[in-house]
């Protein structure tokens, strides 16, 4: 093995479900160009300290651009599956408490992708919001 060995990635990973959300909140928490410390822990506790996926995700992305991700991603996914990941980039986007314009369109970009309508997201939407809403508790 010589010195430089350990910095040399094949790029063949196999996409795998868990890989594909992890990428995915990497271009979310990206979108905007400031990655805030709410989307990093939101990273890390979707993933259950899982490094091997996170390492694999973030070799991805360095990769592989959104729209590679959006196009060639969705097929391997189920349902349960795309659901799950647009739950997940929805709650990262709000965890900070505002989401840019840059994020709700990327976000809207994935909601096609995997099939789903802003209408049919909806429910889903209102219980992140309200999850992460505070302000409820401050009297």
Known sequence: MGLFDMFKTDGAQTMTPKMALAAGLIYMMSADGNVEEEEIGQ???VLGGDRAALDNAVKYVR???VDHFLQSVPSLLSEPQKRCILINLCDSLLADGAAAQEEQRLFGRFLTAFGFSEEAFRPYFETIAI???KTVFQT
């Open 43 to 45: 990273l890390v506790s």
């Open 63 to 65: 990769k592989n651009n």
């Open 131 to 133: 999850k992460n809403d």
